[in-house]
Protein backbone atom coordinates (compact mmCIF):
# COMPACT_ATOMS: atom_id res chain seq x y z
CA UNK A 1 0.00 0.00 0.00
CA UNK A 2 3.10 2.13 0.78
CA UNK A 3 3.26 4.32 -2.07
CA UNK A 4 5.77 3.65 -4.40
CA UNK A 5 8.57 5.62 -4.97
CA UNK A 6 9.22 6.71 -1.54
CA UNK A 7 12.93 7.05 -1.56
CA UNK A 8 13.56 3.69 0.99
CA UNK A 9 16.93 5.22 2.15
CA UNK A 10 15.59 8.63 3.45
CA UNK A 11 12.99 6.90 5.05
CA UNK A 12 15.21 5.11 7.03
CA UNK A 13 17.43 7.93 7.90
CA UNK A 14 14.23 9.54 9.60
CA UNK A 15 13.06 5.92 11.27
CA UNK A 16 16.53 6.39 12.88
CA UNK A 17 15.94 9.93 13.88
CA UNK A 18 12.53 9.10 15.08
CA UNK A 19 13.93 6.27 17.46
CA UNK A 20 16.76 8.52 18.92
CA UNK A 21 14.14 11.53 19.52
CA UNK A 22 16.76 14.09 17.12
CA UNK A 23 13.57 14.90 15.05
CA UNK A 24 14.03 18.48 13.79
CA UNK A 25 11.10 20.27 12.77
CA UNK A 26 11.52 21.72 9.51
CA UNK A 27 13.15 20.02 6.45
CA UNK A 28 14.13 20.92 3.19
CA UNK A 29 14.12 18.27 0.37
CA UNK A 30 16.42 19.03 -2.36
CA UNK A 31 16.46 16.85 -5.51
CA UNK A 32 15.81 16.84 -9.20
CA UNK A 33 12.11 16.35 -10.08
CA UNK A 34 10.16 13.31 -9.54
CA UNK A 35 13.30 12.01 -7.25
CA UNK A 36 10.21 11.16 -4.69
CA UNK A 37 10.47 13.81 -2.53
CA UNK A 38 6.60 14.59 -1.81
CA UNK A 39 6.28 10.86 -1.16
CA UNK A 40 8.70 10.56 0.90
CA UNK A 41 7.49 13.37 2.55
CA UNK A 42 4.30 11.52 2.76
CA UNK A 43 6.15 8.64 4.14
CA UNK A 44 8.12 10.54 7.05
CA UNK A 45 4.08 11.78 8.09
CA UNK A 46 2.94 8.38 8.03
CA UNK A 47 5.86 7.29 10.20
CA UNK A 48 5.25 10.14 12.90
CA UNK A 49 1.32 9.65 13.17
CA UNK A 50 1.54 5.50 12.55
CA UNK A 51 -0.29 3.56 15.39
CA UNK A 52 2.28 0.61 15.51
CA UNK A 53 4.50 0.94 17.54
CA UNK A 54 7.26 -1.59 15.58
CA UNK A 55 6.50 -1.73 12.18
CA UNK A 56 5.89 2.52 11.41
CA UNK A 57 5.09 3.59 9.24
CA UNK A 58 2.82 -0.09 8.73
CA UNK A 59 0.63 1.26 6.00
CA UNK A 60 -2.50 -0.43 7.07
CA UNK A 61 -3.67 1.56 10.12
CA UNK A 62 -6.17 4.40 9.32
CA UNK A 63 -3.41 7.36 10.17
CA UNK A 64 -1.42 5.75 7.16
CA UNK A 65 -4.20 4.76 4.97
CA UNK A 66 -5.59 8.23 5.24
CA UNK A 67 -2.12 9.81 4.53
CA UNK A 68 -1.67 7.52 1.75
CA UNK A 69 -4.86 8.79 0.49
CA UNK A 70 -4.56 12.50 0.64
CA UNK A 71 -7.28 12.29 3.52
CA UNK A 72 -5.69 13.22 6.59
CA UNK A 73 -6.93 16.40 8.44
CA UNK A 74 -3.61 17.28 9.96
CA UNK A 75 -1.46 16.63 7.19
CA UNK A 76 -1.65 19.09 4.38
CA UNK A 77 0.29 19.40 1.16
CA UNK A 78 0.55 22.84 -0.07
CA UNK A 79 1.00 23.27 -4.12
CA UNK A 80 0.03 19.66 -5.30
CA UNK A 81 -0.34 21.32 -9.23
CA UNK A 82 3.38 22.98 -9.03
CA UNK A 83 2.30 26.67 -9.94
CA UNK A 84 3.27 30.29 -7.75
CA UNK A 85 3.01 29.96 -4.00
CA UNK A 86 1.22 32.92 -2.93
CA UNK A 87 0.88 34.69 0.53
CA UNK A 88 -2.78 33.54 0.88
CA UNK A 89 -1.99 30.11 1.00
CA UNK A 90 0.88 30.63 3.69
CA UNK A 91 -1.31 32.32 5.59
CA UNK A 92 -4.09 29.58 5.18
CA UNK A 93 -1.65 27.21 6.56
CA UNK A 94 -0.07 29.45 9.31
CA UNK A 95 -3.71 29.72 10.53
CA UNK A 96 -4.35 25.75 10.38
CA UNK A 97 -0.56 25.55 12.23
CA UNK A 98 -2.21 27.83 15.34
CA UNK A 99 -5.33 25.24 15.37
CA UNK A 100 -5.32 21.76 17.72
CA UNK A 101 -4.26 18.68 15.71
CA UNK A 102 -7.73 16.95 15.43
CA UNK A 103 -6.33 13.67 15.25
CA UNK A 104 -2.22 13.41 14.49
CA UNK A 105 0.53 13.45 17.00
CA UNK A 106 2.40 15.36 14.59
CA UNK A 107 0.77 17.73 12.02
CA UNK A 108 2.89 17.36 8.77
CA UNK A 109 2.75 20.65 6.51
CA UNK A 110 3.95 19.75 3.13
CA UNK A 111 4.90 22.77 1.20
CA UNK A 112 6.24 21.39 -2.75
CA UNK A 113 8.57 23.32 -4.96
CA UNK A 114 9.25 26.23 -2.84
CA UNK A 115 11.33 27.75 -5.65
CA UNK A 116 7.67 29.07 -6.79
CA UNK A 117 7.28 31.05 -3.83
CA UNK A 118 6.68 34.55 -4.01
CA UNK A 119 9.24 36.62 -1.96
CA UNK A 120 6.05 37.95 0.32
CA UNK A 121 4.99 33.88 0.74
CA UNK A 122 8.49 32.83 1.61
CA UNK A 123 8.79 35.99 4.28
CA UNK A 124 5.51 34.84 5.90
CA UNK A 125 6.86 31.56 6.52
CA UNK A 126 10.66 32.09 8.06
CA UNK A 127 9.12 33.21 11.32
CA UNK A 128 7.37 30.02 11.32
CA UNK A 129 10.61 27.87 10.16
CA UNK A 130 12.34 29.48 13.33
CA UNK A 131 10.43 29.00 15.94
CA UNK A 132 8.38 25.96 15.34
CA UNK A 133 4.81 25.09 16.73
CA UNK A 134 4.96 21.94 19.23
CA UNK A 135 4.24 19.11 17.04
CA UNK A 136 4.56 20.19 14.10
CA UNK A 137 6.55 19.05 11.31
CA UNK A 138 7.15 21.10 8.23
CA UNK A 139 8.75 19.85 4.95
CA UNK A 140 9.78 22.03 2.01
CA UNK A 141 10.74 20.47 -1.61
CA UNK A 142 13.11 22.33 -3.92
CA UNK A 143 14.28 21.15 -7.37
CA UNK A 144 16.45 23.84 -7.30
CA UNK A 145 18.72 23.90 -5.02
CA UNK A 146 20.59 27.04 -6.81
CA UNK A 147 17.54 29.25 -6.22
CA UNK A 148 17.16 32.19 -4.17
CA UNK A 149 15.96 30.12 -1.30
CA UNK A 150 18.80 30.70 1.30
CA UNK A 151 16.72 32.56 3.80
CA UNK A 152 14.78 29.36 4.28
CA UNK A 153 17.38 26.70 3.73
CA UNK A 154 18.98 28.13 6.47
CA UNK A 155 16.38 27.39 8.69
CA UNK A 156 15.90 23.88 7.61
CA UNK A 157 17.75 20.55 7.92
CA UNK A 158 18.25 20.24 4.15
CA UNK A 159 18.08 16.51 2.66
CA UNK A 160 19.49 15.39 -0.79
CA UNK A 161 17.26 13.24 -3.54
CA UNK A 162 19.35 11.76 -6.22
CA UNK A 163 17.64 9.86 -9.59
CA UNK A 164 17.26 6.24 -8.80
CA UNK A 165 19.22 3.36 -9.70
CA UNK A 166 18.40 1.33 -12.11
CA UNK A 167 18.05 -1.75 -9.58
CA UNK A 168 16.06 0.28 -7.43
CA UNK A 169 14.06 1.50 -10.42
CA UNK A 170 13.54 -2.58 -11.43
CA UNK A 171 12.87 -3.11 -7.67
CA UNK A 172 10.26 -0.39 -7.37
CA UNK A 173 8.13 -0.83 -10.57
CA UNK A 174 8.42 -4.68 -10.59
CA UNK A 175 9.98 -4.40 -14.48
CA UNK A 176 12.57 -6.23 -16.22
CA UNK A 177 15.90 -5.14 -16.19
CA UNK A 178 15.36 -4.07 -19.41
CA UNK A 179 12.78 -2.21 -19.18
CA UNK A 180 14.82 -0.84 -16.17
CA UNK A 181 17.60 0.69 -18.24
CA UNK A 182 15.65 1.87 -20.91
CA UNK A 183 13.11 3.66 -18.51
CA UNK A 184 16.05 4.78 -16.09
CA UNK A 185 18.44 6.15 -18.91
CA UNK A 186 15.44 7.54 -20.85
CA UNK A 187 13.58 9.38 -17.64
CA UNK A 188 17.50 10.39 -16.28
CA UNK A 189 16.37 8.38 -13.36
CA UNK A 190 13.33 10.24 -12.66
CA UNK A 191 11.12 7.31 -10.58
CA UNK A 192 7.65 9.30 -11.09
CA UNK A 193 7.73 9.21 -14.63
CA UNK A 194 8.82 6.47 -15.29
CA UNK A 195 5.49 4.90 -13.53
CA UNK A 196 3.93 7.34 -15.93
CA UNK A 197 5.17 6.22 -19.00
CA UNK A 198 5.24 2.28 -17.48
CA UNK A 199 1.08 2.88 -17.36
CA UNK A 200 1.14 4.91 -21.05
CA UNK A 201 2.52 1.56 -22.42
CA UNK A 202 4.95 3.80 -23.52
CA UNK A 203 7.32 0.29 -24.53
CA UNK A 204 4.68 -0.23 -27.11
CA UNK A 205 4.61 3.48 -28.26
CA UNK A 206 8.44 4.01 -28.33
CA UNK A 207 8.51 0.40 -30.38
CA UNK A 208 5.88 2.29 -33.18
CA UNK A 209 8.14 5.38 -33.00
CA UNK A 210 11.01 3.88 -34.14
CA UNK A 211 9.52 1.71 -36.98
CA UNK A 212 8.15 4.90 -38.14
CA UNK A 213 11.86 5.95 -38.64
CA UNK A 214 13.07 2.69 -39.27
CA UNK A 215 10.73 0.49 -41.19
CA UNK A 216 9.29 2.45 -44.22
CA UNK A 217 10.51 5.23 -46.65
CA UNK A 218 7.21 6.48 -46.69
CA UNK A 219 7.25 9.32 -46.10
CA UNK A 220 3.78 9.68 -44.22
CA UNK A 221 4.52 7.45 -41.27
CA UNK A 222 7.60 10.20 -40.32
CA UNK A 223 4.61 13.12 -41.33
CA UNK A 224 2.18 12.09 -38.87
CA UNK A 225 4.79 12.00 -35.81
CA UNK A 226 6.02 15.35 -36.54
CA UNK A 227 1.88 16.89 -36.98
CA UNK A 228 1.96 17.43 -33.05
CA UNK A 229 4.57 19.09 -31.00
CA UNK A 230 4.90 16.95 -28.23
CA UNK A 231 4.40 13.88 -30.03
CA UNK A 232 7.30 15.23 -32.25
CA UNK A 233 9.22 15.96 -29.47
CA UNK A 234 8.58 12.18 -28.13
CA UNK A 235 9.30 10.55 -31.10
CA UNK A 236 12.93 12.62 -31.63
CA UNK A 237 13.78 12.06 -28.02
CA UNK A 238 13.10 8.33 -28.72
CA UNK A 239 14.70 7.90 -31.79
CA UNK A 240 18.29 9.80 -30.86
CA UNK A 241 18.60 7.60 -27.84
CA UNK A 242 18.34 4.68 -30.83
CA UNK A 243 20.90 6.62 -32.65
CA UNK A 244 22.71 6.57 -29.48
CA UNK A 245 22.32 2.87 -29.37
CA UNK A 246 23.90 2.44 -32.38
CA UNK A 247 26.81 4.09 -32.39
CA UNK A 248 27.65 2.78 -28.25
CA UNK A 249 27.35 -0.68 -29.73
CA UNK A 250 29.12 0.21 -33.03
CA UNK A 251 32.03 1.58 -30.65
CA UNK A 252 32.03 -2.17 -28.76
CA UNK A 253 29.74 -1.53 -26.28
CA UNK A 254 27.94 -5.42 -24.97
CA UNK A 255 24.24 -5.32 -26.10
CA UNK A 256 23.52 -6.14 -22.76
CA UNK A 257 23.87 -1.84 -22.29
CA UNK A 258 21.80 -0.62 -24.84
CA UNK A 259 18.77 0.83 -24.44
CA UNK A 260 16.99 -0.90 -26.90
CA UNK A 261 17.62 -4.35 -26.20
CA UNK A 262 14.26 -5.30 -27.26
CA UNK A 263 15.55 -4.15 -31.01
CA UNK A 264 18.73 -5.29 -31.58
CA UNK A 265 18.43 -6.07 -34.94
CA UNK A 266 17.68 -2.51 -35.84
CA UNK A 267 20.16 -1.67 -33.84
CA UNK A 268 22.83 -3.84 -35.05
CA UNK A 269 21.49 -2.61 -38.46
CA UNK A 270 22.02 0.73 -37.68
CA UNK A 271 25.29 0.12 -36.49
CA UNK A 272 26.51 -1.03 -39.43
CA UNK A 273 26.43 2.61 -41.49
CA UNK A 274 29.73 4.19 -41.32
CA UNK A 275 29.93 6.73 -38.72
CA UNK A 276 30.10 10.00 -40.99
CA UNK A 277 26.29 8.48 -41.49
CA UNK A 278 25.23 7.73 -38.06
CA UNK A 279 26.85 11.07 -37.08
CA UNK A 280 24.76 13.26 -39.67
CA UNK A 281 21.65 11.17 -38.18
CA UNK A 282 22.20 12.28 -34.95
CA UNK A 283 22.77 16.29 -35.48
CA UNK A 284 19.82 16.27 -37.82
CA UNK A 285 17.98 15.04 -34.83
CA UNK A 286 19.36 17.64 -32.87
CA UNK A 287 18.75 20.53 -35.22
CA UNK A 288 15.22 19.25 -35.83
CA UNK A 289 14.16 19.12 -31.87
CA UNK A 290 15.75 22.79 -31.57
CA UNK A 291 13.40 23.82 -34.44
CA UNK A 292 10.58 22.25 -32.43
CA UNK A 293 12.25 24.30 -29.11
CA UNK A 294 12.14 27.53 -30.86
CA UNK A 295 8.27 26.59 -31.85
CA UNK A 296 8.98 26.78 -35.41
CA UNK A 297 7.79 24.28 -38.22
CA UNK A 298 9.32 21.74 -37.67
CA UNK A 299 8.19 19.16 -40.84
CA UNK A 300 11.67 20.29 -43.16
CA UNK A 301 13.64 19.14 -40.07
CA UNK A 302 12.08 15.66 -40.25
CA UNK A 303 11.73 15.66 -43.76
CA UNK A 304 15.56 15.97 -44.05
CA UNK A 305 16.11 13.56 -41.19
CA UNK A 306 14.14 11.00 -43.34
CA UNK A 307 16.58 11.76 -46.14
CA UNK A 308 19.39 11.46 -43.74
CA UNK A 309 18.01 7.99 -42.77
CA UNK A 310 17.07 6.52 -46.57
CA UNK A 311 19.66 8.19 -48.29
CA UNK A 312 16.93 9.76 -51.01
ZN1 LIG B 1 0.54 2.92 10.33
Same mark, same amino acid.
Given at each position: ????????????????????????????????????????????????????????????????????????????????????????????????????????????????????????????????? /???? *????? &? !??????? %? @?? $?????????????????????????????????????????????????? /???? *????? &? !??????? %? @?? $?????????????????????????????????????????????????????????????????????????????????????????????
Amino acid at each position: MNTVSVDPRILERFKRLVASSRMGHAYLFVGPKETGKTQTALGVAQLVNCESSEAAPCGICPSCQKIASRNHPDVMVVNQNEGSIKIDQIRSLLGRLQLKAYEAKTKVFIIRDVENMTLEAANSLLKTL /EEPA *SNTLM &I !LTTATPE %S @NL $DTIRSRCHVVKFFPVSKNRLQETLNVSPDVARLLTVYTDGCLGQSRILLE /EDFI *SRKNK &I !LDAFLKS %S @NE $DALKKLSSEKEEAREALHVFLSMVRDAILFKSGVAAIELMHVDRLLDVQSLAGRPYEELAAIYNQVIKTKQLLDENLNAKMGFSILRQRIWQN
